[in-house]
Nanobody, 115 residues
Framework: QVQLVESGGGLVQAGGSLRLSCAAS????????MGWYRQVSGKQRELVAA???????NYADSVKGRFTISRDYGKNAVYLQMNSLKPEDTAVYYC?????????WGQGTPVTVSS
């Protein structure tokens, strides 16, 4: 079992920044990747950014150049630095961990960007 706890969401004005954190605990053997999805009410959850255990990053086109994902392997944590935020970034952000054959999710942290 893997437990994920997010923090760092909140309300920010357009152009501002936020840093999301996700602390992981539990059995992390065979972890393949960690990252972030986001979801707007009534829409499908979409991948925002991911980082694999060999250090490869993947970003949604809509956040490239603005968001940066990073990991602290010692703390089993993953972070999402979000800069130049736009109102369309408003969503609930979910941390995930991809362990072979299963995805684990955090409880979500809301991000609201006002115009």
């Amino acid at each position: 079992q893997v437990q994920l706890v997010e923090s760092g969401g909140g309300l920010v004005q357009a152009g501002g920044s936020l840093r999301l954190s996700c602390a992981a605990s539990g059995t992390m053997i065979n972890l393949r990747a960690m990252g972030w999805y986001r979801q707007v009410s009534g829409k499908q959850r979409e991948l925002v950014a991911a980082i694999t255990t060999d250090g490869r990053n993947n970003y949604a086109d809509s956040v490239k150049g603005r968001f940066t994902i990073s990991r602290d392997y010692g703390k089993n944590a993953v972070y999402l630095q979000m800069n130049s935020l736009k109102p369309e970034d408003t969503a609930v952000y979910y941390c995930y961990a991809d362990v072979v054959s299963r995805l684990y999710w955090g409880q979500g942290t809301p991000v609201t960007v006002s115009s």
